[in-house]
C-alpha cells in the first residue's frame, strides 16, 4: 500500500497551537480529515507560528530598546541633579514643610536647559512611533497572545516612564536656569482638581480606589493652569500609586485664617516611616513599592516642591506609619471666578459631533514611522481620506491642488519649518481658512503658546495620544 503523502508525525508540535484554533474555531481539526486537508492544515499552522515568532521577536526587541533608553536617561538624570547643590537650593524651613527660597538662577545653567530641551524634543519623535504603536496594537488584543500582550503592556508601560523622565528632566533643567515662564490667571481650583483626577482614573478603577472629590465651591487662585494641573496630577497619582487594593484618595479644598486655599489629598496606604519623611522631598527616594509595581525615576516629589515654591506656594505632608499620608499645597486666594453658564447643545449638534461625514486631510511629515502611525491611527475614522507628504513644498503643491478640508502639519521639516507653510497657506486666498493642526516634538507651553499667536487651531504635541488625534481632528474639522 502507497504511503501517506501526510507527514502526521508533524502535528505533534503544532499541537497548542492546533489545540487554540479549535477552541477558537470550533470543533475545526479533527483526526479524520483527508491527508491533502491535514498537510492543508498544518501549513496554516506552521505560517501562523512563524508569524506570531516573528511578532515576538519586534516586541522584545522594543522592550530591549525601551529599556537602554531608560538607563541612559537616569543616568544623565542623575548627573544633573548632582550639579547642583540640592541642599542649598531646597531646605525645609520646620519638620515636612518644603518652604524656602528658591536658589538665585544661575546663567551658566542655560546651556545645559537648553541642551536638555533639544535632548528631550530628539527623544520624543522615537517615544511617538513606540507609545503610539503600542496603542494600536492594544486596541488589537484579541488577535494577540498572552506573551504578546505582556510585551505590549510592557513596551507602553516603559514608554510612559520613559516619557515622564523626558519632562522631568526638561523642567527641572529649565526651573534651575530661571527659564521657566510662569502665567498667572484666575483658575478655579474644582476644575484643576477634575482635570488632575481624571488623568488617573483609568489606573485607580484598575485597583478599585475609590476618589472623593471635594465638594463644588468658587474658591479660585491666580496661577498658572498648567502647572497647578501638573503639580495637583503627581499628588493625585502617588495617592493612587502607594495606595492599598479598594482604598481611598479624600480631596478636600479649605479656606485658611491667611486668605490662604489649602488642598489636601489623602490616601489608605501604608504610610512613611518617621525615620524616612526628612527624605521624602529628596530626588530617587521611593519608600514605598507602588501598588502597580512601576519604577518611576524618583523626582516626582522633588520636581513638585521646586514647582510649588516658585509659585510662591507651600508644600507639606503628615503621615503616620500604616495609616496613610496626607500631602497637601497652599496658595494665597484670589477673588472668586463667575462661572460660566455652560450651553446645552441642540439634539442635532450633539448627533453631529461624532459623525463628520466624508471628509479630505492632508498630513506632511518627513520621518516615515510617523507619517504609518498616524495612517494607521485615523483608520479609526472610517470617512477620513488620507493623503501623506514627505515635505513643505510637495504639501503645499497637494494642498492647492486638492483643497483638503483639514491639514496635519509638523513644526519641523527639513525644507521648510511649519510656521512658514502656515504663513504660505494663510496669505493665499484659496487655502486661508483650511484649518491646520500642529503636531510636534516640542511640549513646553511656550511652544504651544507660539503655535496659538501663529494662528495654528490647534496643537498636538508628540508622543501622539490616539484618543486625543481622534477628538481634536473631529472637533478641528469644518461642519457641512
Known amino acids: 500500500m502507497a504511503k501517506s503523502n501526510s507527514p502526521i508525525e508533524d502535528f505533534t508540535p503544532y499541537r497548542r497551537l492546533a489545540e487554540a484554533q ?42 530591549r530598546q525601551l529599556q537602554q533608553a531608560q538607563a541612559g536617561l537616569e543616568d544623565r538624570l542623575q548627573k544633573l541633579l ?55 496594537l492594544d486596541l488589537e488584543k484579541e488577535s494577540l497572545t498572552s506573551s504578546q ?64 472629590l471635594p465638594p463644588a465651591d468658587a474658591l479660585s487662585l491666580s496661577i498658572d493652569e498648567f502647572r497647578m494641573v501638573q503639580i495637583l496630577s503627581q499628588l493625585v497619582s502617588n495617592a493612587i500609586r502607594f495606595n492599598r487594593p479598594a482604598g481611598r ?22 504610610g512613611i516611616a518617621l525615620v524616612d519623611q526628612t527624605r521624602v522631598f529628596q530626588p530617587f527616594v521611593q519608600m514605598n513599592p507602588p501598588i502597580d509595581n512601576s519604577r518611576g525615576a524618583g523626582v516626582g516629589l522633588y520636581l513638585t516642591r521646586k514647582l510649588v515654591t516658585a509659585m510662591h506656594g507651600r508644600i507639606g ?12 499645597v497652599e496658595f494665597p486666594l484670589t477673588e472668586p471666578v463667575p462661572r460660566p453658564a455652560v450651553p446645552t447643545a441642540a439634539p442635532a449638534e450633539t448627533a453631529a459631533a461624532g459623525n463628520v461625514g466624508h471628509f479630505r486631510l492632508i498630513y506632511i511629515e518627513d520621518n516615515a514611522a510617523n507619517r504609518r502611525l498616524v495612517e494607521r491611527m485615523l483608520r479609526k475614522l472610517p470617512d477620513c481620506q488620507l493623503t501623506l507628504m514627505e515635505n513643505a513644498n510637495q504639501g503645499l503643491a497637494e ?19 511649519g510656521y512658514s507653510v502656515l504663513r504660505t497657506l494663510r496669505e493665499d486666498p484659496a ?34 495620544d490616539l484618543a486625543t488625534l481622534l477628538a481634536v481632528v473631529q472637533r478641528t474639522l469644518p461642519r457641512h
Open 431 to 464: 487655502t486661508a481658512a483650511i484649518p491646520v493642526i500642529a503636531l510636534s516634538a516640542h511640549a513646553m507651553q511656550e511652544e504651544l503658546a507660539q503655535a496659538k499667536r501663529a494662528g495654528f487651531d490647534d496643537y498636538i504635541t508628540k508622543p501622539i
Open 249 to 270: 484618595v479624600r480631596i478636600q479644598v479649605e479656606k485658611t485664617p491667611a486668605q490662604t486655599a489649602r488642598i489636601s489629598i489623602a490616601d489608605d496606604g501604608p
Open 317 to 328: 505632608f503628615d503621615s503616620k506609619f500604616d495609616r496613610g499620608t496626607t500631602f497637601w
Open 22 to 63: 479549535v477552541g477558537e474555531a470550533g470543533n475545526d481539526i479533527v483526526i479524520g480529515l483527508a491527508p491533502e486537508q491535514i498537510s492543508q492544515k498544518i501549513h496554516e499552522l506552521r505560517v501562523r507560528l512563524i508569524e506570531q515568532e516573528l511578532q515576538n521577536g519586534e516586541l522584545k526587541a522594543y522592550c
Open 399 to 417: 494642498i492647492r491642488a486638492r483643497k483638503p478640508d483639514l491639514i496635519l502639519l509638523d513644526i519641523e521639516l527639513p525644507d521648510m519649518d
Open 82 to 136: 548632582q550639579t547642583r547643590d540640592i541642599s542649598a537650593s531646597y531646605h525645609p524651613a520646620s519638620g515636612a514643610d518644603g518652604v524656602a527660597p528658591m536658589a538665585a538662577p544661575d546663567p551658566a545653567l542655560a546651556h545645559g536647559a537648553d541642551f536638555f530641551t533639544r535632548m528631550g524634543h530628539q527623544l520624543r519623535s522615537p517615544l511617538n512611533a513606540i507609545l503610539g504603536f503600542s496603542q494600536l
Open 149 to 212: 500582550l505582556e510585551y505590549v503592556e510592557s513596551i507602553g508601560d516603559a514608554g510612559k516612564l520613559l516619557l515622564s523622565m523626558i519632562n522631568s528632566i526638561v523642567d527641572l533643567a529649565k526651573l534651575d536656569a530661571g527659564q521657566v515662564r510662569f502665567k498667572p490667571q484666575p483658575v478655579v481650583l474644582q476644575d484643576a482638581i477634575t482635570i488632575a483626577v481624571s488623568q488617573w482614573a483609568a489606573l485607580a478603577r484598575k485597583f478599585d480606589i475609590d476618589i472623593q
